[in-house]
């Protein structure tokens, strides 16, 4: 079993969808979480980070981490065709110099 | 800041050659990280270095692999002798002291092994 599992997708939804990706995994000692997103033919690049349980909102994105339940979820509302992208979550032990350990990414397209 | 700068953007050699990927991190980050992504497996971790010190070499794959940091401006990756099933991106990231901060990935060098 991996320790983080994200559904790859595809996933295609019409422009000004919620969306909804999610990640679980199985090591409760992890801390720190995040969502990176990645164009075509391009490196990830960070999102969203939460520190422990709770929401956290940035303009039309919102991440949720439920430690108890051992999932995390990233929403995005009034979904436009420029986020379509690939979208990883990814998880630490440690806050300094730790190695972060990604899920399988999950492939979104927003149709106009 | 001109980000992490990975060469080269391609490569293509034949089985059995030695390859040779590079990295500049960001000036200022105490940590570097060599990545591997495919369709099948996504982004897994190979080795990653704090203060040009290995810390964890756990996902090289084998000993056909080895990673260096002489400073903290550099770093290679190498592979000898390449295997078609070493064809993937290999992206080179750097982070600062604070996970919070993130990671930042280089463009990635997309590696075909014939």
């Known amino acids: 079993q991996k320790e983080v599992e994200q559904d790859p997708g595809p996933l295609s939804v019409p422009e000004g969808a919620i969306v909804s990706l999610n990640c679980t995994y199985s090591?409760?000692?992890?801390?720190?979480f995040m969502w990176y997103r990645q164009y075509s033919r391009k490196g990830p690049e960070l999102l969203m980070y939460?520190?422990?349980?709770g929401n956290k909102e940035d303009g039309r994105f919102t991440a949720q981490v439920d430690k108890s339940s051992k999932y995390i979820s990233l929403f995005i509302r009034d979904s436009q065709p420029s986020d379509s992208a690939t979208y990883l979550c990814?998880?630490?032990?440690?806050?300094?110099?730790?190695?972060?350990?990604f899920g399988q990414g999950t492939e979104l397209s927003v149709k106009p | 800041d001109a980000g992490v700068i990975q060469s080269p953007r391609h490569e293509v050699t034949e089985m059995g050659q030695e390859v040779t990927l590079r990295c500049k991190p960001i000036?200022?980050?105490?940590?570097l990280f060599w990545y591997r992504q495919t369709m099948m497996r996504g982004l897994e971790l190979l080795i990653y270095?704090?203060?040009?010190?290995?810390?964890?070499d756990s996902g090289m794959p084998e000993d056909r692999f080895s990673a260096k940091m002489p400073n903290a401006s550099f770093s290679t990756l190498k592979i000898q002798p390449s295997e078609p099933r070493d064809s993937a991106v290999y992206f080179c990231?750097?982070?600062?002291?604070?996970?919070?901060?993130?990671?930042?990935f280089g463009s990635g060098t997309r590696l075909t092994v014939v």
């Open positions: 990231a750097s982070s600062p002291a604070s996970a919070a901060d993130g990671y930042t």
């Open positions: 270095f704090n203060n040009n010190v290995p810390i964890d």
């Open positions: 939460t520190y422990s349980s």
């Open positions: 090591n409760s000692a992890f801390q720190y």
């Open positions: 990814a998880m630490s032990l440690y806050n300094q110099g730790g190695k972060l350990i």
């Open positions: 000036s200022g980050h105490n940590s």
